[in-house]
Nanobody
Framework: QLMESGGGLVQPEGSLTLSCVVS????????????VGWYRRAAGNERDLVAE???????TYADSAKGRFTITRDSKKKTVYLRMTKVKPEDTARYYC?????WGQGTQVTVSS
């Protein structure tokens, strides 16, 4: 399973780091060979890709995330991180982790003063 954490209320221009821990049978079977992505869904919108990282640590970012967000992975901890900096109110959304057809429950990020 995938478990996200790290969301919360943050002020504009602030920072926070989201974590996605992969556990269970898929952690050993899939994680070492899989691309993991962070997606987000704002109220009334579809779920959109924010960033993803391959097993060889190549990264892709949505235009809205470039220069502000950084995705990394820790193979030993089977965890993928999303470091969010200079956040904006439009970053407010529920953030989800995705790997090989598996979704987490999400973690809410609210950017507000």
């Amino acid at each position: 399973q995938l478990m996200e954490s790290g969301g919360g209320l943050v002020q504009p221009e602030g920072s926070l780091t989201l974590s996605c821990v992969v556990s269970g049978s898929i952690s050993d079977r899939l994680f070492p060979h899989s691309t993991v992505g962070w997606y987000r869904r704002a109220a009334g919108n579809e779920r959109d890709l924010v960033a993803e990282i391959t097993s060889w640590e190549a990264t892709t970012y949505a235009d809205s995330a470039k220069g502000r967000f950084t995705i990394t992975r820790d193979s030993k901890k089977k965890t993928v991180y999303l470091r969010m900096t200079k956040v904006k109110p439009e970053d407010t959304a529920r953030y989800y982790c995705f790997m090989k057809g598996h979704w987490g429950q999400g973690t809410q990020v609210t950017v507000s003063s």
